[in-house]
C-alpha cells in the first residue's frame, strides 16, 4: 500500500510443444490450453495514514494428461466371452484428466500512525484439479476431482513502544475445505450402479463407470501470536514468543454405495448413499486438538562473532481418548468376568518438548566466515495418524484395519551444521557446509491381535532415520551477469519410509527390514544452475536442474532366481533427471512510470522426458517384462496389452512454451 497509486494486469497463454508422442490430443494450434491471468493494484486511502494492496489470479490449465472418451460412464460391456459385447458410445473427443483450475485472491488495508502499524488482510483460494489415473483413460467423464476452498482473516499490529523494543501481535482466522468426489451430493442421481466399472482385468482399463470415493474435511484453526524484540545493549538483543493455535477439524473419508447392496435387490434397484461410518468403509469424526509454542532467543553481538542462543517449548493436547485394551479396541468381544480384557477411553496424554537452539557466525578474516548451528525440533504427527477409524473398529479379516493413535508422540529432530563462506575474489564467493540430522519417532504401524485372533494395524512411533551431506553454493556477479550453482551431496536412511511398510510386508508374509535402508527421498546428486544477465530494457534467465535418481524397489519375475530372495526395499536407483526452464522479458517504457512488458518461457526447454515412476522388474518408466500369459489373457477390441504400460503419467511434463504481456502503472 504506497501513497503512489500503482498496479499491473498481466496475461499468459501457453501450450505444449514436443517431440514425443507419449502424450496424446496435444495440438501446437491450441495456444491458450494453459492460461494464466493476474491483476495488482495499490494505493493510498487516506495518503501516509492508510494504504491498500490487492492482488487476484486466475488460472484455466488442462495440462498435457489427455483421456479418450470411448466410452460413456453408463456404457455395458463384457468381455469375459467371445466374441464380445461392446457397447462403446463415447464421441472419442479428449478429455484432460490432469487439468486444474484456481482463483486466488489477497487484500490487505494498512495503517500507519506514530509509532504503530495495523496491517487487516483477507486471502481466498479456491481450486479444483484432478490427477491422472490411467485405468479411466476410455471413460474419463467416470474420474472423480479434487476440490480446495480457503478462507484466512488477520490482523497484525507492530508497536515500537521505545526506540531499543517493539512487540508484534497477530491474530488469524483460517477456514480449509476440501473434498474429493465426482458429485457433492452424494445422493445425486448422476450416480450409476457400480456393475458399470467392470472390465479392467481383460482390457486393462474401465469400460464404464463412475469413481465412488468420496471424501470431505474440514478445518478451522483460529491463531494468536505475539513476539516481543528488545535491544538491550549493544552487543545483546532479546527476543520471545508466544503461539496459540486452537483446531477444529471435521473429515469425512467414505464410499458412495448402492443403498440396496447387499440385499436381493442389489442388481435391480440403485439408490446412491454414503456408506455408514459405522463400517470400515466409511470414517468420520470432528477433532479440536490445541498447539502452543513459546521460544526465548538471546542474539549477542561482538566484533567477529554473531552467537544466537534460544530454547524453544512446544505443548500438543490431542484432545481425543484411546481404547485402554489394544486386543479389544471397540469392546465388540465380551468378557464378563474378565474385566481387565474390555477396554476403556481414557484421554490421551498431553506431549511437550522444550528445544534447545545454537547458532554462531564468526569471521576469520576479511573475506571469510565461519558459520556453526544446532538445534532440537519437534514436529506434531499427521492428523490423519492421530484420529483414523475414530471409533476403533476391527474388521473380521487379518491385515485389514488400520487404526490412529491418539498416543502418537511428536517426531523429533535433532540437527548439526558448520559450514564456511569465503569470497574468492570481489563479486565471486563459495559457501560449503556439512549437515547431519536424526530423526526420532518416525511413524510407523504397530500390529496387534485381538483377542478372537484378528490382526490389525495401528499408528505408533518406532522408526528412526537420519540424513547426513554437504552443500555446495558458488555465486558470481560482473556487472549484468548473475551465476549461481548449487550442489548437493545427501545420504538418507531410516528403517522403513512409509508408516504401512512394516504393517504391509506383515500382510505380505515379508519378513520386518533389520537394517537401515534408502528412504524414498533419498537423493545422492542435485545440482541447481541459474544464470542471469538483465538490462534496464530486458532480461534472460537459464535455470537448470540435475538429480540423481530417487529409490525404488526392484521386484523380479518369478523366473527369475532373484524373486526368491527376500529383498529390501528401495534397493536400485532411479534414473536421474535433467531439466532446464528459460525465461526472458522486454519492456517498452511509456510515460509516467508506465511500461509494456512482453514476456516468453520455456520449461523443459530440451524437452527431456524425465522418468517419475518405473516398473519394479525393469526400473523404467513404461517398459515391463510381459509374458506370454500375460498377452494370453488379454482381451480387447479396443486396445492390445501394450497400452497396459505406455502410462504417459510415468514422465515429467513435455516441453511448455508461455508468452505473456502486461500493462504495468
Do not use: C
Not at 489394544?326 to 465388540?332: A, C, L, Q, S
Not at 512488458?597 to 522426458?609: E, Q
Amino acid at each position: 500500500g504506497q501513497d503512489q497509486f500503482h498496479g499491473k494486469a498481466e496475461g499468459h497463454l501457453a501450450n505444449y510443444i514436443t517431440s514425443h508422442d507419449n502424450f496424446i490430443g496435444l495440438e501446437a494450434t491450441d495456444i491458450n490450453r494453459n492460461q494464466d491471468y493476474r491483476f495488482e493494484f495499490e494505493g493510498p486511502v487516506w495518503r501516509n495514514r492508510i494504504g491498500f494492496y490487492t492482488n487476484l489470479r486466475l488460472e484455466n490449465n488442462k495440462n498435457h494428461l489427455n483421456g479418450i472418451r470411448r466410452f460413456n460412464v453408463n456404457d455395458f460391456s463384457d468381455y469375459s466371452e467371445i466374441p464380445y459385447n461392446t457397447q462403446a458410445g463415447g464421441d472419442s473427443a479428449f478429455v484432460p484428466l490432469n487439468d486444474n483450475k484456481s482463483t486466488k485472491f489477497f487484500g490487505k488495508l494498512n495503517f500507519r500512525l506514530k509509532n504503530f502499524k495495523l496491517y487487516l488482510s483477507y486471502t481466498k483460494n479456491d481450486g479444483q484439479w484432478q490427477n491422472y489415473n490411467h485405468t479411466f483413460k476410455y471413460v474419463p467423464d467416470g474420474k472423480a476431482t479434487s476440490f480446495n476452498n480457503s478462507d484466512m482473516v488477520a490482523l497484525h499490529l507492530n508497536h515500537m513502544f521505545s526506540p531499543k523494543a517493539f512487540y508484534e501481535f497477530k491474530v488469524w482466522y483460517t477456514k480449509n475445505k476440501s473434498g474429493y468426489y465426482l458429485y457433492k451430493d452424494p445422493s445425486d442421481p448422476q450416480y450409476i450402479h457400480d456393475m458399470y466399472l467392470a472390465n479392467s482385468q481383460y482390457t486393462g482399463f474401465y469400460t464404464g463407470g463412475q469413481e465412488k470415493t468420496y471424501n470431505k474435511s474440514t478445518t478451522q484453526d483460529w491463531n494468536t501470536k505475539i513476539d516481543l524484540t528488545w535491544q538491550v545493549s549493544l552487543h545483546h538483543s532479546l527476543k520471545s514468543g508466544f503461539k496459540f493455535t486452537q483446531h477444529r477439524l471435521e473429515n469425512l473419508n467414505s464410499y458412495v454405495r448402492n443403498k440396496w447392496y447387499g440385499t436381493a435387490y442389489e442388481f435391480v434397484r440403485y439408490e446412491p448413499h454414503l456408506t455408514p461410518s459405522s463400517t470400515l468403509s466409511a470414517d468420520y469424526y470432528e477433532k479440536e486438538p490445541l498447539e502452543m509454542a513459546a521460544y526465548f532467543q538471546d542474539k549477542m553481538e561482538f566484533n567477529e562473532m554473531v552467537l544466537k542462543l534460544g530454547i524453544r517449548f512446544d505443548y500438543l493436547n490431542p484432545n481425543t481418548t484411546y481404547p485402554s485394551q489394544r486386543r479389544n479396541p471397540d469392546n465388540k468381544l465380551l468378557f464378563d468376568e474378565n474385566t481387565d480384557r474390555m477396554s476403556s477411553y481414557p484421554e490421551a496424554e498431553v506431549k511437550y518438548q522444550l528445544s534447545p537452539r545454537f547458532g554462531l557466525t564468526y569471521q576469520l578474516a576479511k573475506t571469510a566466515m565461519l558459520h556453526l548451528s544446532y538445534g532440537h525440533f519437534f514436529q506434531i504427527p499427521p492428523f490423519y495418524a492421530l484420529y483414523q477409524n475414530a471409533d476403533f473398529l476391527v474388521g473380521t479379516t487379518n491385515y485389514e484395519t488400520r487404526m490412529g493413535n491418539g498416543q502418537l508422540k511428536p517426531e523429533r529432530t535433532i540437527q548439526y551444521e558448520i559450514g564456511l563462506w569465503q569470497e574468492i575474489t570481489e563479486g565471486m564467493s563459495l559457501d560449503m557446509s556439512l549437515f547431519y540430522k536424526d530423526i526420532y519417532d518416525l511413524l510407523t504401524m504397530n500390529i496387534f491381535t485381538t483377542y478372537n485372533q484378528i490382526r490389525y494395524g495401528l499408528y505408533s512411533n518406532k522408526d528412526y532415520g537420519n540424513a547426513r551431506g554437504l552443500e555446495m553454493k558458488y555465486e558470481a556477479v560482473y556487472g549484468s551477469f548473475t551465476g549461481v550453482v548449487n550442489y548437493t551431496l545427501q545420504y538418507t536412511r531410516g528403517v522403513a519410509d512409509n508408516p504401512t511398510t512394516t504393517f504391509t510386508r506383515a500382510g505380505n508374509n515379508q519378513d520386518p527390514i533389520s537394517r537401515l535402508i534408502p528412504l524414498n527421498w533419498d537423493q545422492r546428486h542435485t545440482v541447481n544452475i541459474q544464470l542471469g544477465y538483465v538490462k534496464k530494457e530486458y532480461g534472460v534467465t537459464l535455470v537448470g536442474n540435475y538429480g540423481s535418481g530417487f529409490p525404488y524397489t526392484y521386484e523380479p519375475i518369478g523366473e527369475n532366481p532373484l524373486s526368491q530372495v527376500n529383498l529390501y526395499p528401495n534397493n536400485n536407483p532411479k534414473p536421474s533427471f535433467l531439466t532446464f526452464d528459460l525465461r526472458a522479458y522486454y519492456d517498452i517504457f511509456l510515460a509516467r512510470e508506465q511500461k509494456v512488458r512482453f514476456t516468453f518461457v520455456a520449461y523443459n526447454l530440451l524437452d527431456r522426458l524425465n522418468e517419475l515412476s518405473v516398473s519394479p522388474e525393469t526400473g523404467r518408466a513404461n517398459q515391463s517384462i510381459i509374458l506370454d500369459t500375460q498377452l494370453a489373457g488379454h482381451r480387447s477390441d479396443f486396445n492390445d496389452y501394450y497400452d497396459r504400460i505406455n502410462n504417459p503419467a510415468a514422465f515429467s511434463a513435455p516441453r511448455m512454451i508461455k508468452i505473456g504481456m502486461g500493462y504495468y502503472f
